[in-house]
């Protein structure tokens, strides 16, 4: 499904997450008239992310239940290194706290966000990005609505099992991955920014009573 192997990396403003390959495929938000002919190109990063995610949950229903079968047909054999494709598993599986062979039953929520910042991460040679948190909660609501909440493919309520040793999440072995994360970091810039922009007024502020001799005046009458 992805050759980032072979073509190198598709542009994010492809909106195209996954680097999902360009085929007759009628994907929701897929723009017509392609401009790279390589790789699809979707009208914004919710419905990339939506492809993205379908394609994993047919996967998941063709039998390909774990990250080493997942990413063998991802990112074939044929097109891609066994390097590559061995480095793109323990990625995947250091993002999402899944072992390379344990067994997926369904995708709740949780998985379905990790694995898709994983993969948006080694395909595009990124670290996790705020921007990201909301598309992928857009893309995720669409899928639901899409497949229906009675999909045995989708884990909806902590009832169904989600993998074969117990319920997600596992512990993550780098947990920069995790969505939980990309929204305290949203949070954290937002902050950060505010007080950023805070100081440089005040610096501003300062230059300006100081150009005019204003803190002078004052120390000289202290």
């Not at 323990?90 to 072992?99: E, K, P």
Request: aromatic share 12%; with cysteine.
């Amino acid at each position: 499904m992805s050759l980032f192997g072979i073509y190198g990396i598709s542009e994010i403003n492809h909106n195209n997450p996954g680097n999902i390959k360009l085929t007759s495929t009628p994907w929701k938000g897929k723009i017509k008239n392609n401009s790279n002919g390589v790789f699809e190109e979707f009208e914004s990063l919710d419905y990339g992310y939506r492809a993205c995610m379908l394609n994993l949950i047919s996967y998941l229903k063709k039998g390909y239940n774990t990250i080493n079968k997942i990413i063998d047909r991802w990112a074939p054999s044929s097109e891609n290194s066994a390097s590559s494709r061995a480095n793109y598993k323990t990625y995947i599986s250091n993002g999402t706290g899944l072992g390379i062979n344990q067994k997926i039953l369904a995708f709740d929520k949780e998985l379905m966000q990790n694995f898709v910042v994983s993969m948006t991460c080694f395909e595009h040679n990124l670290t996790p990005n705020p921007s990201w948190a909301l598309p992928i909660d857009n893309a995720w609501n669409m899928v639901v609505s899409y497949l229906g909440d009675t999909s045995p493919y989708l884990a909806l309520n902590s009832v169904t099992q989600v993998t074969e040793n117990g319920n997600y999440p596992n512990p993550i072995k780098d947990d920069s991955f995790s969505i939980k994360n990309i929204k305290i970091g949203k949070k954290t810039v937002f902050i950060v920014g505010g007080i950023g922009l805070l100081a440089f007024g005040g610096y501003i502020l300062y230059k300006n009573y100081n150009k005019n001799g204003g803190f002078k005046k004052k120390l000289a009458n202290a």
